[in-house]
């Protein structure tokens, strides 16, 4: 299983933003220079030098701290790029656009056309493409996790020539996101921004309920508190507002890491029924039960849609589970700040939200899971030096930065994390703190899917249909068969 197996580990972000804070932020060391200088002293005596004297002097230089040296872009390249991504909202929309302007403008032979595809469907449709031959676009947004697995698949093309001749590194990002763009040596990708889940909260939302809104749950008892304070069901017994539900925009994988339940452990092996992963099931299947079960639910999802009328921003659920990113739909939109759901009157007070970490087992550790995306070239793609040429300016230090600052999700790029202006944000600091609990998923070489045994059965789970060690022993055990173990 060694042999086949491969694990991200670590977004492990306290050590990675330990050292990036020392090499950014320390004062250097300063380095002595011993140096043989001649000085001549001179007396002329009918116009002859008669005295030279050699003195060995000690320079002690301190080297300026800057940033690594990165790519330079060539603006000579020319081409017209067709960008495949799914930003469709107008925060992400106005961002990568923003990011296209400023590398149209530093490569001035290049236009760039963005095209929104659905999340999901980009990557079906891009597939199709490079099974056909053709229709492929010159850049997409690959989804980073599964890269390596679509590397293998010949779906997307290897970068690292590229990148060894124009100074593109690893030391250049978070390692950990270079490293899930590998496969077989190579990169296949370059890393864009990362993301990790968070606890959002609606401040008002507390007061109401009589909660401390500076003081969020920090473990899964308090968490169950806080819910029942801030539940409110109907004289009728319908649902009006959910306290927390841990399965909306968060998989139960965030809520095994918060309970130091991990599928695989150090050797490569699954462990998908440890008592710590039943228990985590058991947990979750606990909350859909609080709320009348999974199709009450999924009736009282059914009444919101998208940003500004989701659960959160529509005051349908206190506490809510989202990457950081989601922090800029709330900052754009301004969501209403009242819980009686009236008309919306002039002068209404506006949402005050707060985030804080994925709360956790008081037994474990807290965890966390990273993801996000990568900028890829399709195979068969037909503006390949263009699209280089877009990929270095889009995921450099000022591109990843224009792009952090308009949507608040995390640049990969370390330059582009320490920005000034992005460390300045409030809040910002929970994403460090995030990070530093979370890792980087796995990659399985000979079953790259094999998270889709769980995928398909969580709804039976849900329902009633399984028992949560009934449902982990048959994923288990599909898996092995898939293995051949």
């Not at 011993?34 to 002859?48: F, G, I, L």
């Not at 921003?313 to 739909?329: A, E, H, K, L």
């Not at 807290?366 to 996000?372: D, F, I, R």
């Not at 028992?467 to 293995?483: K, N, T, Y």
Request: glycine share 8%; proline share 6%; charged share 25%.
């Amino acid at each position: 299983m060694k042999n086949t197996f491969r694990k991200f580990w670590g977004v492990f972000a306290l050590l990675t933003v330990a050292s990036m804070v020392i090499a950014s932020c320390a004062t250097p060391t300063p380095e002595i220079i011993r140096e043989t200088v001649e000085v001549v002293t001179t007396v002329e005596v009918e116009r002859e030098v008669i005295q030279t004297v050699e003195v060995e002097v000690q320079v002690e230089v301190t080297p300026m701290p800057g940033p690594q040296v990165g790519p330079v872009l060539n603006p000579d390249v020319s081409g017209e790029v067709e960008l495949w991504h799914f930003w469709a909202s107008p925060v992400r929309r106005n961002a990568i656009q923003r990011v296209i302007g400023i590398c149209e403008a530093k490569l001035p032979n290049i236009d760039v056309t963005d095209v929104v595809k659905p999340f999901g469907d980009i990557w079906t449709a891009n597939i199709a493409a490079v099974a056909a031959g053709s229709g492929m676009p010159d850049v997409i947004v690959s989804d980073r996790p599964t890269l390596p697995r679509d590397a293998e698949e010949g779906i997307y093309m290897s970068l690292q020539e590229w990148a060894d001749r124009d100074n593109v590194t690893r030391d250049q990002y978070y390692d950990w996101a270079w490293d899930q763009t590998i496969f077989e040596g190579e990169t296949y990708g370059i890393p864009q921004e990362t993301d990790v889940r968070v606890l959002f909260y609606n401040k008002q939302h507390f007061i109401e309920a009589g909660l401390d809104p500076e003081d969020p749950p920090e473990t899964w008892d308090e968490l169950e508190e806080y819910a029942n304070a801030l539940d409110i069901v109907g004289e009728d017994g319908t649902l009006t507002r959910v306290g927390f539900m841990p399965i909306w925009n968060a998989g139960p994988d965030f809520w095994f890491y918060n309970n130091d339940a991990y599928q695989i452990d150090d050797e490569g092996n699954f462990q998908l029924t440890s008592e710590n992963s039943v228990e985590t099931v058991e947990w979750i299947k606990s909350w859909v039960d609080r709320y009348g079960g999974w199709q009450e639910l999924q009736d009282f999802r059914g009444k919101f849609s998208s940003p500004p009328n989701d659960l959160f921003m529509g005051n349908g659920v206190s506490m809510f589970t989202d990457i950081f990113g989601y922090n800029s739909q709330l900052t754009f939109y301004g969501p209403r700040g009242d819980t009686n759901r009236d008309m919306v009157l002039d002068g209404e007070p506006r949402m005050e939200w707060g985030v804080a970490l994925l709360p956790h087992d008081e037994d474990a550790e807290p965890g966390n899971w990273s993801g996000g995306f990568s900028f890829s070239i399709p195979t068969g793609a037909d503006q390949t030096e263009a699209a280089w040429e877009f990929i270095k300016c889009a995921q450099n230090a000022e591109g990843q930065t224009s792009w952090a600052r308009d949507t608040q999700a995390q640049p990969t790029n370390i330059e582009a994390a320490n920005d000034p202006g992005l460390q300045g944000l409030p809040q910002w600091r929970v994403v460090d703190d995030a990070l530093a609990t979370s890792f980087g998923g796995w990659f399985v070489e000979d079953y790259p899917n094999w998270s889709e045994q769980l995928n398909q059965r969580w709804e039976s789970v849900w329902t009633g249909d399984l028992e949560p060690a009934e449902m982990l022993e048959e994923a288990q055990a599909a898996i092995e068969a898939q293995l051949g173990q």
